[in-house]
């Protein structure tokens, strides 16, 4: 079970850093003005973790027609179409005088 939520967490991470650093932070405070008996820094958290997932939500209820459409532009031509070039060694005859 362990690996499995180290699993989930770390793709979350991934896919969504700023989401999940947001709602981490929110976590953390909950559990310490929780535990520590401060109600303003539980609810300061708490704040956090709804208003981050609010946003979340509100991102994922988007419709693909609103989004705006990802361009791509190719500066180089294509990998197979320049030339290979050779490689670069030094001679250990004639090393480079600087």
């Known amino acids: 079970m362990n ?3 180290h699993r ?4 979350a991470y991934r896919r969504e850093p700023l989401f999940s ?9 909950t559990v310490i003005g929780g535990l520590g008996d401060h ?6 958290g708490m704040g956090t973790m709804v208003v981050a ?4 939500w509100w991102q994922f209820q988007r419709r693909p ?7 791509v532009t190719h500066y180089l031509p294509p990998y197979a179409s320049r030339p290979q ?3 670069l060694s030094m001679s250990k005859r004639h090393p480079p005088t600087y």
């Open 3 to 5: 690996a499995v939520w």
């Open 8 to 11: 989930m967490l770390k793709s």
């Open 21 to 29: 650093f947001v709602l981490t932070i929110g976590v953390v405070d």
């Open 39 to 44: 109600g303003s820094l539980a609810g300061f």
């Open 53 to 56: 997932l609010g946003l979340r």
């Open 65 to 71: 027609d609103e989004q705006p459409e990802a361009t």
């Open 85 to 87: 070039l050779p490689p």
